[in-house]
């Protein structure tokens, strides 16, 4: 792990350490919500529609978001989403302390949470670029995906156990008191204002000529679109609650091992980046992290299909019953995913920060938000409808191997992207 990003550049250093603890803040928060809805519910289908409902204000705020971060001093709309984002926890901790629950208040607030916090995150993005060299950037979105990795880990199990032992209202006003690191992280970044010419757009015109900035630049697209493929035909994390119930057994335990798995092994890719970071052609790089992580989920479905039709497979709920072959090779093909995803984020990131004009950043930041929180939706819908018509299996193995098969022959028909070279990096 190269650690330089963080002592050429103090700025950066803060917001990267303030924005990991309130990150898992956010998870704990994001987890323990989905935990309210459902003891009060009993539905899992309530529990959803706090994805649902939040997912077309998400895209817009992506959109609007990132066209804001162009216009406007960085600093300042990062500063204001994140109190947007900190206010609504606060009601949330409130009706949690004054025992005030209704299910439709946590559909609103976790609403108006998930916009703020998608202006933010598209910000904090743009952010990034200004505080450091170009050849550090890559080294940057590997430390942001160690961070990344241990929100996902860490906030989740922390949020069960608080839950657990302190309660909802607890819970949520812990996350409440970490929001102050994310803001300690933004305050004592110098003001940012964007480079170049301003738009002179407003309002949806303002992003219509971002987007319209894609049409000429082939590599940025090329990095959504390989990205929109991986997510929608290799998103299995849907599956885990029955691959638990019915196949390997563990019920939620097994369900939150293999999710775990996936993030650990984002997090040791990222230990292990500095080899990788200084990678010149990382269009290819791109490319065969991506065949990996299908690989990998191809290997996941093979696991669950010898378990199924091999007749091992375990309808427990107990983790006591579980079949531990198959959950090791389950989390180990995981984990493989995990770090090949994380490695194709790295770079994908990298040509974002680098090869995007600064008064551009803001908005394809914004794109690249709408990408990587529509896509796993989008998965969800395919892998949940595929299962439902064959079997738990199925999505995994299918969707592997058009992960692999539709990335190779896309990456192919783009030679810009294919040799895509950092040390001239080009949109």
Known sequence: MDLTPLRVSPAFARLWFGNTLAGIGTFVTNTAVGLHIYDLTRSTFMVSLVAWFSLLPMIVAGLYGGAIADRFDR????????????????????????????????????????????????????ITPRLLPKEQLPKAA????????????????????????????????????????????????????????????????????GLAHLRNAPNVRMSFVVDIIAMTFGQPMVLFPAVGAVVIGGGSVTAGILLASFAVGGILSSLGSGRVTGLRWQGRAIRDSIVAYGLGIVGFGVVLAVTTLGGSAVASMDFGDVNRWALAGAALCLAVSGGADNISAIFRQSILQAAVPDQLRGRTQGVFTVVVTGGPRLGQMFAGTLATLTATWVPSVVGGVLVVVLVVVTVARVTSFRDYDALDPRP
């Open 142 to 209: 590997a430390l942001l995906g160690i961070s990344a990795g241990v929100m996902v880990t860490v906030g989740p199990g922390v949020a069960g156990v608080l839950v657990a032992r302190a309660g909802y209202a607890w819970t949520y006003t812990i996350d409440v008191v970490l929001f102050f690191a994310g803001f300690f992280g933004l305050w004592t970044l110098p003001h940012i204002k964007p480079e170049g010419e301003r738009p002179t757009a407003r309002g949806f015109r303002s992003v219509v000529d």
């Open 75 to 126: 600093r300042t709309v990062a500063l204001s989403a994140s109190t947007v984002a900190w206010a609504s926890t606060v009601v949330l901790a409130t009706i949690a302390w004054l025992g005030a629950e209704h299910v439709w208040m946590f559909y609103v607030i976790t609403t108006v949470n998930a916009v703020a916090a998608t202006i933010a995150s598209a910000t904090r993005q743009a």
